[in-house]
């Protein structure tokens, strides 16, 4: 259950990186989805995986196109500042406290700082993630809890 679980999930994620629905993408969706999934139940879940409940489900679906709209801002910002001659950058490690009650919560968070540019977490040591930052400005959505309160909403309950 696990394996399919995990499979299901991580080829639904590859048709939505890769918006193909080719012959031989879906075949390698497939194959890689099924290899990643084994993988994922034998060594990340040797129990039991994380489980959402259906309404976390729902909460996660309405959660992606945030973070997608996140993901595009910053990517925006962080060309304006590539872009400009004078490079505008203040590289800055930050620390902020999270205190979730789950796992999966401590991962969503850190991965959905990752996954935004021009934001990076570097370390994680107990309930403070460390946060390389392009500059100060790209740390807002972090630093004013508001990241921190929406995987709240979607997996704590």
């Excluded at 997608?68 to 962080?78: G, N």
């Excluded at 990752?114 to 370390?123: A, E, F, I, M, Y």
């Excluded at 508001?146 to 979607?154: A, K, Q, Y």
């Amino acid at each position: 259950m696990k394996t399919t679980q995990a499979t299901t999930v991580l080829f639904a994620f590859w048709l939505v990186l890769t918006g193909s629905l080719g012959p031989l993408d879906l075949a390698l969706g497939v194959v890689l989805s099924l290899v990643l999934g084994v993988w994922a139940a034998r060594f990340l879940w040797p129990q039991d995986a994380p489980a959402l409940s259906p309404r976390q489900a729902v909460r996660l679906l309405l959660y992606i196109p945030r973070l997608l709209a996140s993901v595009l801002m910053a990517a925006l910002q962080v060309a304006e500042v590539v872009l400009d001659p004078q490079m505008p950058i203040d590289p800055v490690i930050i620390g902020h406290r999270a205190s979730f009650s789950r796992a999966v919560s401590r991962v969503a968070f850190a991965n959905s700082i990752t996954l935004t540019p021009g934001t990076l977490t570097v370390d994680v040591d107990a309930e403070t993630f460390y946060i390389h930052c392009l500059a100060e400005r790209f740390a807002t959505d972090i630093a004013t809890g508001d990241l921190e309160r929406r995987i709240s909403h979607v997996f704590e309950e």
